[in-house]
C-alpha cells in the first residue's frame, strides 16, 4: 500500500517584501511604521483627502510587504477571484453603511421639525436660569445621538445664544456643556460612524457597543460638565452678535422658504413655520429611544433567554437595520405625515441629509481595506507580536495609537478606522468577551478625541460659532476634549478588569 504523500506545507509568510533586505518581522514592522507615516504626511502636508490617503496607504503597504498585484486587485481574467482592497471595503460598509445611512436620515427628521428646540426649551423651563448650562449639556447629551456633532452645533447655536444673552455671563458656561453632551455621543455611541466602524472591524454587536457607550460615557461627560462649569467662569467670552444676527436671517430665510413651499402645496417641513403646535417631547424622546431599547433588548435575549419563538423575534426586531428602520418609519409618521408633510417633503429632507454622509463612509472603506491589507499580508501578526512583547495591556495601546493619529491628523474617523485595523490582530483569536471587545472600542473612540486643536475641523466650528478666539478655544475647548478623552479611557479601562 503506497505512504500518503505528505501535507502541502503552508505558503511562507511575507517578509518584508520590497523591504526583503530587512528579514522577517523588522521588515513588516518597518513596511507598517512607514505606512503610518506616510499616511499623516499625505493628510497633513500633502492635505490629501483622507479617502485617497487611506487608499494609497493600503496599496503601498501591501506591495511593501510583498503582496502580489493579483492578491490586492484580483484579477480581470478571473471574475470569481477576489481582492483584499474589494473584501476590506465591502466587509465593512456591508454593516456601516445602512446603518449610518438609516442614523443620518432619522437625524434629519428630528433636526428640521424642531425637535432639538422643543428638547432644549423643555429643559430649561425645567432646570430654570441658574441650571441653564446643565439644560443646555442635556440637550447636547439626548439630542446628539441620532445626530453628527456638527449639525447639533448647527441647530442647537442659536439656542446658546439666547440662554447666554438673557444671563449676561459667558457663552462658554452654556456651549461647553452642551458640546460635551453632543462629543460624547458621536464618539462613544450608534449610530455615529466611529463606533459602529469600530465594531464592524472588531465584530463587535450594537447591542454591547450601546451598553458600554453608556456606562463609560454618562461619568466621561459629567467630567467634562465639571471642567466647563470651571472654565465658563473663570473665561469671559461675549455673544458673538454677529452669529446671532446671521442666525435670525437664516431663520427668517428657511420660514419664507417654507411657506412658499406650502402654498405650492409641496408641505412644510418645518411645521412650526405654519404655526403648528411644537412637537410633543414625549414624541422625541420615543424615537430617540426607540432603536436603543430593541438593539439592547435583542443583545441581552440572547443571554437571558433559550433558543425559542420570543428570543427570535426579539432578535429581529432589534437588529439594527430593523430598529432603525422601525425608527425611522416612526420618524416619518409621528413627526412629518400626522402633522401635515407631504410625501414629497419628507423624500427631500432623507435625501438631502445623505449628501454629507459618502465622505464619511469611502473614509470608513478605506478604513476597512486598510485592516485587511494589514492581515494579509502579515503585518498586523508582526505588529501583534511586538505589541504582546510590550506587555502593555492590549486597551492601553488600543488608546495610545488612536491618540496619537487623532493630535497628528485630526480626523477622528481616520484615528479610529486605522487604530481597529492595527488593534484588530491583538485581539483575534483571544476568545474575549463582547463586553470586552466593546470596552476597546471606547478606548479607541476615547482616544480619537484627544486633544481637539487647529487641524480637527470641529476646533474651528466650535471657534466660529460662539465667537472664541483661538487662544480661548485652546483653553476651553481642547481641554474639554481632552478631559472626555482620558475620563473615557480610565472609565474603560477600569470596567476592562471586570468584564
Known amino acids: 500500500m503506497p505512504l500518503a504523500a505528505p501535507p502541502t506545507p503552508p505558503p511562507p509568510p511575507h517578509t518584508g517584501g520590497l523591504l526583503a533586505l530587512i528579514p522577517g518581522t523588522g521588515g513588516l514592522l518597518t513596511v507598517a511604521a512607514l505606512g503610518i507615516v506616510l499616511l499623516l504626511v499625505l493628510i497633513i502636508k500633502v492635505r490629501l483627502q483622507p479617502f485617497v490617503a487611506l487608499l494609497a496607504v493600503s496599496i503601498a503597504v501591501g506591495l511593501g510587504a510583498g503582496l502580489s498585484v493579483t492578491e490586492l486587485f484580483g484579477t480581470v481574467q478571473k471574475s470569481d477571484a477576489v481582492s483584499l482592497i474589494e473584501t476590506g471595503m465591502g466587509g465593512i460598509l456591508g454593516h456601516v453603511a445602512i446603518i449610518i445611512g438609516l442614523g443620518t436620515m432619522l437625524g434629519a427628521i428630528l433636526e428640521v421639525s424642531g425637535g432639538a428646540e422643543v428638547l432644549s426649551s423643555r429643559l430649561l423651563n425645567l432646570f430654570g436660569e441658574k441650571r441653564a448650562p446643565l439644560a443646555m449639556g442635556l440637550t447636547g447629551l439626548i439630542f446628539g445621538i441620532p445626530v453628527f456633532f456638527d449639525v447639533g452645533i448647527f441647530v442647537l447655536a442659536p439656542i446658546v445664544y439666547a440662554a447666554a444673552k438673557r444671563s449676561g455671563k459667558s457663552i462658554l458656561l452654556y456651549c461647553m456643556p452642551l458640546l460635551a453632551g453632543l462629543s460624547m455621543t458621536h464618539a462613544f455611541l450608534p449610530p455615529h460612524p466611529g463606533p459602529v466602524a469600530a465594531a464592524g472591524l472588531l465584530k463587535v454587536d450594537l447591542g454591547w ?56 402645496s409641496l408641505g412644510s417641513p418645518m411645521p412650526q413655520a405654519r404655526g403648528e403646535a411644537p412637537v410633543p417631547l414625549s414624541t422625541v424622546l420615543l424615537i430617540i429611544g426607540t432603536p436603543l431599547v430593541l438593539i439592547l433588548a435583542a443583545t441581552f435575549s440572547s443571554i437571558a433567554l433559550d433558543p425559542s419563538t420570543l428570543r427570535s423575534v426579539i432578535e429581529f426586531f432589534g437588529h439594527p437595520f430593523v430598529a432603525l428602520t422601525l425608527a425611522l ?74 491618540v496619537v493619529l487623532r493630535v497628528a491628523q485630526g480626523s477622528a474617523t481616520v484615528a479610529i478606522v486605522t487604530t481597529a485595523g492595527i488593534v484588530l490582530p491583538l485581539v483575534e483569536g483571544g476568545h474575549h468577551s463582547q463586553a470586552f471587545l466593546a470596552l476597546i472600542i471606547m478606548a479607541i473612540s476615547a482616544g480619537s478625541i484627544f486633544a481637539s486643536h487647529v487641524n480637527d475641523g470641529g476646533f474651528w466650528i466650535v471657534a466660529k460659532y460662539f465667537g472664541i478666539s483661538v487662544r480661548d478655544t485652546l483653553k476651553s475647548w481642547t481641554v474639554l476634549e481632552t478631559v472626555l478623552s482620558v475620563a473615557g479611557f480610565a472609565v474603560a479601562a477600569a470596567l476592562s478588569l471586570v468584564v
Not at 460615557?217 to 467670552?237: D, M, N
Not at 408633510?341 to 454629507?356: C, F, G
Request: glycine share 10%.
Open 209 to 264: 457597543v450601546i451598553l458600554m457607550g453608556i456606562l463609560v460615557g454618562i461619568p466621561s461627560v459629567l467630567a467634562a460638565w465639571v471642567y466647563a462649569s470651571w472654565i465658563g467662569k473663570r473665561l469671559f467670552v461675549a455673544v458673538p452678535q454677529d452669529m446671532v444676527e446671521a442666525a435670525e436671517e437664516a431663520k427668517a430665510a428657511v420660514a419664507a422658504e417654507q411657506a412658499a413651499a406650502g402654498r405650492r
Open 329 to 402: 418609519l416612526l420618524a416619518y409618521y409621528l413627526l412629518g405625515i400626522r402633522r401635515g408633510w407631504s410625501r414629497k417633503s419628507l423624500e427631500r429632507v432623507s435625501t438631502s441629509s445623505l449628501k454629507p454622509v459618502g465622505n464619511i463612509l469611502l473614509v470608513v472603506g478605506a478604513g476597512g481595506v486598510f485592516g485587511a491589507v494589514l492581515k494579509g499580508s502579515g503585518v498586523a501578526q508582526a505588529l501583534s507580536d511586538t505589541f504582546n512583547d510590550v506587555g502593555l495591556p492590549v486597551i492601553v495601546l488600543a488608546w495610545l495609537i488612536s
